[in-house]
């Protein structure tokens, strides 16, 4: 079980302050953040290449300050692969299993079978260089296997490849951490990769964790403004609740049950809208996109823009009822 | 830095700082004292003597004929450069592996190819030796290779795409030339700048052949006050004025560089390199190959040709007669053992600047600051040191503790001493360039810190390490000054070989030096080639 408690990094006027985290045996976590967030940081203060100015680190109980990264045991695969460019696949494969002193027949057995679950197997002549960005980074992924780490480290894997790649390799990722039962610490800035792969989440901003939850409750009960702008959820609006319904600028809504009475503020998600002659919200479309599924169509409403995915597109300028389903609201 | 890593520090400084001091700053500083404090006082009568003596025009002339190399060096490298980064054409390896030669070839041979071509029954027709225009051409021809390496190395992996960018962005190729791609090129254009001024300003041996009255340059002038008029405490003069320019030009190109140290993305070669594909392109190309074919091909040609010209037509009368004895009846030299004492010197030379280079380079690549930037400038000083200074030094200095002036020993430390910069200059930049994810790599995957080295620096720096030993035989192989001085008679290299064959009249031994050039020129060669066949493969990345 990895434990890190009140990690502090201090770079210049940056830092990142006091990140509590714990990653329970066989579980992966994302850490999920902005470029300059310090996910990349905490990452490689868990690894041991960056030293905490405070805070601890802790495997099952021990601190490991004091402790150099090649005695960590924990496995570490790099955004840009760093694969050693003198070194074919195999012998890349096999460096961690050099490094522990296992016999040479027995190295060539086990790089194997870490290129086989990656599903590259029989590579081990190819030269790095002549490696597609996929198979580089499954290659990346059998050397951090290899030698069987207690923990595995993922900084943005596949923040390099192409849409389509990253879509693939996140399930394939899925399938191979929970088969294995490792534990891992996973780093990214998307969340579709972070809600995709991770048992629980952890939102990171401006060095400062935001909020730790599943996938599900973070998406759903998003803590606070911050991490609802970051997942995308711009329709914030103060109003205030009597009721089942609440006053705000663009109209009167209902809200969900157990919504606290007065003033509150509210998150609505676009889906949550549909068009509805008789919805209570009156607004002017200003723009509309296509979105395969959907058009996102932005409506303005007494003073404030709404974001809303609607399966029929109304042009700009037409005016437009709107309802909401307050199963799609939630307050901050 | 902790006290354990200032330990190792000096431990790993330790070597190169000790056979610097021993074999450069010691005989350097006697020969100064013995020069200028005669009799332990000052005396400062050789000042006055060397400025009456015409010290300022030796030191102008020593000046503007480098500064005059350096420039149309470059002129007529960057095409070359350019071709060879940016195109791909048929026989490029081989070619580029060609143009390499003239910069490993003795300068001795260097001046025996243009006598053949531009001296007396010269194939040019015209005689230009004793003049300065042969200087400069020789000069050129010499140092083309250090600009189609150092510029060209990174012109060829500069992203294409940042070209193309300012090209979207409005700029005209001229304008992307000057904007983008020469501040770019800039760290290699000061680099090659740098490093041809300092060859150039201390030539010696092109400049002894190829010069004539007025036509020297301090090194010549050194050498002429210490053997020919044993003016000990002139020559000390003309060095102490050498070492200044040299130490100016290398400290003002080490502070350039800390200032400059632009990080660039950089892709591998073969991304960026691509087939000329209009006719304008293919003639371009061609045009430039055959440009730098002639210039850098033609005079090693000529040499050979004239080495095998006996004057009763073709045949290897001139290398034959190297076996026989001069007209005095005596054998000047015997041209197989001048082999042997060259590669043996060169041998040991390798070996000694190879373990003192690669030590200083892991000082100087891993430890930046002030402390390391003056131990890099204090490496470079013997290139830009007068090698007659050098061997004489040696000759003064090197009694105590242990007598080493009578020991063959003596010629390879001095050629190592002027080797250990090129192992230097080949290694640190990519040591530097070592990306640390791979370091950090390394470490995660169980490699402790001086494993890491051995696993991911060693192996990526080896390449480099080879390139600089190729550098550091041919060093030792054509090193011509300092060799001159500490040879003995009995021991005579190729380069002193050929020396004094061109020192004795007649047609014969102008064809001897000739053919003797033409064997130092192979041996080089085979020894440069050797060496690129022993580094390992699979490292074209960088």
């Known amino acids: 079980m990895l434990e890190v408690q009140r990690a502090t990094v201090r770079v210049g006027d940056w830092s990142l302050e006091g990140v509590d985290l714990v990653v329970g045996d066989a579980e992966v976590l994302a850490v999920l953040g902005p470029s300059g967030s310090g996910k990349t940081t905490l990452l490689r203060a868990v690894a041991g290449l960056q030293a905490l100015d405070a805070g601890r680190i802790l495997w099952d109980g021990d601190d490991l300050a004091g402790v150099p990264p090649h005695r960590r045991g924990f496995g570490l695969v790099f955004q840009d692969f760093a694969l050693f460019p003198h070194l074919d696949v195999g012998r890349n494969v096999e460096f961690g299993l050099r490094m522990q002193g296992v016999p040479a027949a027995e190295r060539r057995r086990r790089a194997a079978a870490a290129l086989e679950r990656v599903e590259l197997p029989g590579i081990e002549r190819r030269r790095v260089a002549t490696l597609s960005g996929g198979e580089a980074q499954r290659v990346a992924l059998a050397r951090a296997l290899a030698p069987g780490p207690r923990l595995l480290l993922f900084d943005e894997p596949l923040g390099s490849l192409d849409r389509g790649l990253r879509e693939r390799l996140t399930g394939e990722l899925r399938r191979l951490l929970s088969s294995l039962g490792v534990t891992a610490l996973y780093v990214t800035h998307d969340q579709e990769e972070a809600f995709g792969l991770a048992d629980r989440v952890m939102i990171l901003e401006a060095g400062r964790a935001l909020q730790v939850g599943t996938p599900e409750e973070v998406w759903r009960v998003p803590d606070g403004e911050q991490v609802a702008r970051f997942l995308g959820l711009r329709n914030i609006l103060d109003g205030r609740v009597t009721g089942s319904r609440a006053e705000t600028a663009a109209g009167t809504i209902p809200v969900p049950p157990g919504t606290p009475e007065g003033p509150v503020r509210l998150v609505i998600r676009p889906g949550a809208f549909r068009l509805d002659p008789g919805g209570t919200i009156l607004g002017q479309v200003m723009a509309r996109t296509f979105r395969g599924e959907a058009y996102a169509v932005e409506v303005a409403a007494g003073g404030v823009v709404l974001e809303a995915h609607l399966p029929r597109a109304p042009s700009p300028g037409d005016q437009v009822r709107l309802a909401v389903d307050p199963a799609g609201i939630t307050h901050l | ?542």
Do not use: C
């Open chain 2, 1 to 542: 830095m902790t006290a354990r890593s200032r330990l190792a520090l000096a431990v790993v400084a330790a070597p190169p700082l000790v056979f610097l001091l021993a074999f450069f700053v010691w005989p350097v500083a006697s020969i100064v004292a013995t020069g200028l404090f005669p009799s332990g006082r000052f005396a400062g009568g050789a000042f006055r003597r060397a400025v009456e003596g015409g010290l300022p025009g030796v030191a102008w002339f020593t000046l503007w004929q480098a500064a005059a190399s350096t420039v149309l060096t470059l002129l007529v490298a960057l095409p070359g450069a350019y071709v060879f980064a940016r195109y791909d054409f048929p026989g490029k390896r081989l070619l580029r592996a060609l143009f390499a030669v003239p910069f490993v070839l003795p300068t001795v041979v260097v001046g025996t190819a243009f006598l053949a071509l531009i001296g007396p029954g010269g194939l040019l027709g015209i005689r230009l030796d004793g003049t300065i225009w042969a200087i400069l051409a020789a000069h050129v021809f010499f140092n083309v290779a250090v600009v189609l390496r150092t510029v060209g190395g990174l012109w060829s992996h500069l992203d294409p795409r940042l070209e193309e960018a300012a090209r979207l962005l409005g700029a005209s190729r001229g304008q992307v030339f000057t904007r983008v791609t020469l501040p770019l090129l800039r760290p290699a254009l000061a680099a090659a700048a740098s490093l041809v001024f300092l060859f150039t300003f201390t030539s010696f041996g092109t400049v002894l052949l190829l010069g004539g009255p007025g036509l020297a340059t301090l090194e010549v002038e050194i050498y002429r006050h210490t053997t020919a008029l044993f003016d000990l405490p002139l020559a000390a003069v003309l060095a102490l004025v050498q070492m200044a320019g040299v130490t100016a030009v290398l400290l003002a190109y080490s502070r350039y560089q800390e200032r400059r140290a632009v990080e660039q993305a950089l892709r591998p070669a073969i991304e960026v390199a691509r087939r000329p594909g209009t006719p304008a392109e293919r003639a371009l190309v061609g045009g430039t190959v055959a440009g730098t074919a002639l210039l850098l091909l033609g005079p090693p040609a000529v040499l050979v040709a004239r080495s095998l010209n006996t004057g009763e037509g073709w045949g290897l009368g001139y290398y034959r007669a190297l076996g026989r004895p001069g007209r005095a009846g005596a054998l000047l030299v015997d041209p197989l053992r001048a082999v042997g004492n060259s590669v043996s010197f060169a041998l040991v030379a390798t070996a000694v600047a190879l373990v003192v280079g690669l030590l200083a380079a892991v000082v100087i690549a891993y430890h930046r600051g002030r402390a390391s930037r003056w131990f890099d400038t204090l490496l470079m000083l013997p290139l830009g040191t007068s090698a007659v200074t050098i061997g004489f030094g040696f000759l003064l200095a090197l009694d105590a503790p242990v007598d080493l002036r009578s020991s063959w020993l003596l010629i390879p430390l001095a050629h190592a001493l002027v080797a250990v910069p090129f192992v230097v200059r080949a290694v640190v930049p990519v040591m530097r360039a070592v990306r640390t994810r791979l370091r950090e790599a390394a470490a995660v995957l169980g490699a402790p810190p001086r494993r890491v080295w051995r696993e991911v620096d060693l192996p990526l720096v080896s390449r480099a390490a080879a390139a600089g030993a190729g550098f550091a035989a041919a060093v030792s192989l054509g090193e011509f000054g300092a060799t001159a001085f500490i040879a003995r008679p009995d021991t005579p290299t190729l380069p002193l070989a050929v020396f004094r064959f061109l020192g004795q009249p007649g047609r014969l031994n102008f064809g001897r030096a000739m053919a003797m050039s033409v064997i130092l020129m192979v041996v080089t060669a085979a020894a440069v080639a050797l060496i690129d066949r022993l580094r390992p493969p699979g490292l074209e990345e960088f």
